[in-house]
């Protein structure tokens, strides 16, 4: 759990982690029931949850909160157009009551996937004639 005389700490760390994490990162901080705070990186950032937004009591960060302990969850990619792996951290006051979450919003890719943009030029020079690449999951390509 973290000490909620930490956040401030806990967001210059952030942001200085942001834009290093690669394929990017979001972080959030709720406080009570709704996002206090966020921090995306260039390279990943949704559109969504925004500050302000209300928490579902059936969140990740609504459970860890209730809960008071660390959740894990991939979310599927039905839910936001991509999968997403999540963790959300308790933040608590100093007589140990939960008063808030801190969340890490990840993107979940395929090595290939995410590789597929170095490696498909190489592969389509190899062919004189030209040559198609694609990638598909279960559903589209």
Sequence with gaps: MISVNGIEYLKIISMLHSNVISGGVLYL??????????????EFDLGIFKVGDKLSKNSIAGRAMKEKRTLIENVPRSLYGIRLKTVAEPIVDDNGNSVGAFSIVLPRLHPV?????????????????????????????
Excluded: H
């Excluded at 995410?114 to 690449?133: C, V």
């Design 113 to 141: 996937a995410k590789a597929f943009n170095d490696f498909a030029p190489i592969i389509s020079e190899m062919f004189a004639e030209g040559a198609l690449i694609y990638v598909t999951d279960l559903q589209k390509i």
């Design 29 to 42: 901080i709720s406080m009570n029931d709704a996002i206090a705070w966020r921090q995306a990186s260039n």
